[in-house]
């Protein structure tokens, strides 16, 4: 569909083959005479980098022969949270194809087919909003911007007057961002009084931060995705890294066949990259967490642990050996159907190896027991002593480009920016004189119990932001029927969704590459988007609908552009600190970024001291 091969220009160099075999690890090119490509091609794109003579090249839909002379715009992918390197070449208005550079990350000349061939065809469909839509009489009819803004300030105000903050509430979104959530979280904080904000998959995400941050003192990635692959043990958690996440499953594959590192997965259904992992464990869902803590049991009970790292850096060895009293890893294994040799062999490696990368796919912790693994992982990798070093590491893969971000702009029911827990007394006065209001110090209401009350006719009042739940979410009736119930909705969105049918107010926003923005990746790395298409006449970008609402609620509020709103993120995201504007310029930084630690790994300095165990119950 997207790759053409002519084997009359092909010269046998065979870079092709070689590329799709060790590189890449889709076994897609047969090379006998000439390179033939089989059903097992992913459409990843690197085969054409790599063609010297063009017998490999990408169709264009052009209208006529090149060669083309484009403007190039650096941006990055926004279809997984991994945000790989992208260059957009453009000729005119019209975007032609999409290619990497090999020496940036995310990625470093490497993307899967959704980055490569998927990425902007949405901005051209005719079915984008091209005004504001308000409610009258039942139908929704377009309207100008001043008219449906201070529809959405007014409303706003009377909902709280008549029944109080905890009547409303916003829903932000992962994929939005970092300017947009801190804007919308803003609103309802310091204007509305209220902390109901959260995004569809916040709670899955929330679990990983909390987990971390009670562990490590930092709720993020401990070091960056080119790492992952180097690590001698790579321990894979999870069903959806080749989904959500393919250049990591790429890495995957490529670590075990092209590096010669060993990848153990563990999932609860057949995985793809299980062909390449010694062994692949099948674990149901509900037994991760004891299978997890099976391992730290037997490492514990083998004294395999890394003696002089726990003395010198955690605390809570001992009430955690406790806690496992009721851990039996032998009817672990049994239940599992392991091998107890088996077991064991693998605590051994993760206990020896030069170095282990912990990884897990997001599907990992969309329980409740989600926070309580990541504790099980923080857990196992302080005993493995795999912190404060390249390589090692805890990597969670977000399957949302803004997922990192979101939770750092305080898109959380129970934290404000910075993960600073709302309830905490210093935090709360510090935005409070920060923003100028008085901020509520209870957490607010999660994504789920926003819907809940939806149906029960307590929120009145809801902000949905670029998501539409009905369409993506589980129990799509019940939302459904939660967002009929609400007496006053606004949807923000380039489309007309199914909730923004439900909607008195659709706001319309620009796309990706129409908007400048910052995002922050799976590995906290935050990275600059640049407008590169022109956007058509109507939308506006998200930070700036938010921040002429803002406007309408706060005559104080004044932001000029979307640099402007960042600024003021980094003057309240302690670690966003050394994150200027103009240093995101090449590919973007991992925060924290210091004269003294630009690696992008998080060292133990970055980490709480001392490391702090989880208790297993
Ligand atoms: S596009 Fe990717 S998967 Fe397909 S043949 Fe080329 S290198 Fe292999
Ligand atoms: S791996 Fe993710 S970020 Fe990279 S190109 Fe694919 S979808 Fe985009």
Redesign the pocket.
Known sequence: Q??ALDTNKCIRCRQ?YE???Y??C????DFEDT?N??T?????????D?CPTGA?EERISAGKPGPFHYEQVKTFCPHCGCGCNLVLNIKGDKLFTVTTRTTAAPGYGHTC?QGRFDSFDYLSSPKRLKAPLLKKDGKLVEASWDEALERVATEFKRLHQEHGPSSLAAIGSPRATNEANYLLQKIFRAQLGCNNLDYPAGQSHRATLTGLAKTLGTGAMTSSLSEIEKAEVIFALGNLIEENNPIVATALRRANRTLGNRLITVSSTEVELGRFAEPAFIIPKENKLDFLQSLIKLLLELNLYDKDFVAANTNGIETLEKSLAQVDHLETVARADILPSTFEEIVRALATASSVAFVYSEDLTADANGARKVEAIANLAMLTGRLGQPQSGIYPLYRHINAQGAMDMGMSPSCYPGHVSVSDLQGNDRFSNVWSGQLPDSPGFSYRETIESAHQKKVKGLFLMGENPIATEPEREKIQEGLKQVEFLVVQDMFLTQSGELADVVLPSTGFTEQEGTLTNTERRTQKLRPALTAPDGPLPDWRILADLLNRLDTGASYTDAQSVYQEIITVVPFYEGLTYDRLEEGGLQWPYTEKNSSGMLTLDDLKKPLEFAVAD
Do not use: K
Not at 26 to 29: F, M, N, T, V, Y
Not at 40 to 48: D, F, R, W
């Open positions: 997207f790759i092709c590329a799709c075999t590189f890449q889709s076994d897609a090119i390179p490509l089989n097992n091609c992913v459409s990843c794109g690197l085969c054409l790599l490999l087919r």
